[in-house]
T-cell receptor
């Protein structure tokens, strides 16, 4: 079942923060986060496997809630290079993997 | 350098023709995938393969075919039965199935003329 991402789009000024959410009605086995620049392939950011887990990658971090039904991606002090579309990917106990519909992030000077 | 190579980058097809998109990986990954992406849309799974000589339909397999005769290769054929094939096609691979840390190729943009 495809996870639900929100918001669909975000416009930020450089230095502002953003949060992107990824939710499922079922407990998830894992959550992956990817970023795609226009016309390019998605690039892997991070994977979360455990309920309550938090991970960071420079100023980009993510959390996975205790019930393993929601993950959030945090972008702190955004830079122009953060612009792109962010996708979460999830798989449930039936070993099916789905991508969310994406969140388009536009960071302006 | 290890990675996934997709070719060609741009492909134009006349209506009624079959075309084959190439995907080669040298990462020694067992699992490979084909996704379709339409403008402003997410990624929809066409076919996936967990192991050589085995593949499964994804959510939008109609009008497409694949083969997995070698571990490193997973070509996708877009047949004339696919009524709306213009899209961006992405190939990906992962160490195991499902979806463990996917590495994507740079994509093929197919246009029907």
């Amino acid at each position: 079942q495809q996870p639900v991402q929100s918001p669909q789009a975000v416009i930020l000024r450089e230095g502002e923060d953003a949060v992107i959410n990824c939710s499922s009605s079922k407990a998830l086995y894992s959550v992956h986060w990817y970023r795609q620049k226009h016309g390019e392939a998605p690039v892997f950011l991070m994977i979360l496997l455990k309920g309550g887990e938090q991970k960071g990658h420079e100023k980009i971090s993510a959390s996975f809630n205790e019930k393993k039904q929601q993950s959030s991606l945090y972008l702190t002090a955004s830079q122009l290079s953060y612009s792109g579309t962010y996708f979460c990917g999830t798989n449930d106990n039936f070993n099916k993997f789905y991508f969310g519909s994406g969140t388009k992030l536009n960071v302006k000077p | 350098d290890g990675g996934i190579t997709q070719s060609p980058k741009y492909l134009f097809r006349k209506e009624g023709q079959n075309v084959t998109l190439s995907c080669e990986q040298n990462l020694n990954h067992d699992a490979m995938y084909w996704y379709r992406q339409d403008p402003g849309q997410g990624l929809r799974l066409i076919y996936y393969s967990q192991i050589v000589n085995d593949f499964q339909k994804g959510d939008i397999a109609e009008g497409y075919s694949v083969s997995r005769e070698k571990k490193e290769s997973f070509p996708l054929t877009v047949t004339s039965a696919q009524k709306n094939p213009t899209a961006f096609y992405l190939c990906a691979s992962s160490i195991a199935f499902p979806g463990q840390l996917m590495i994507f190729g740079s994509g093929t943009r197919l246009t029907v003329v």
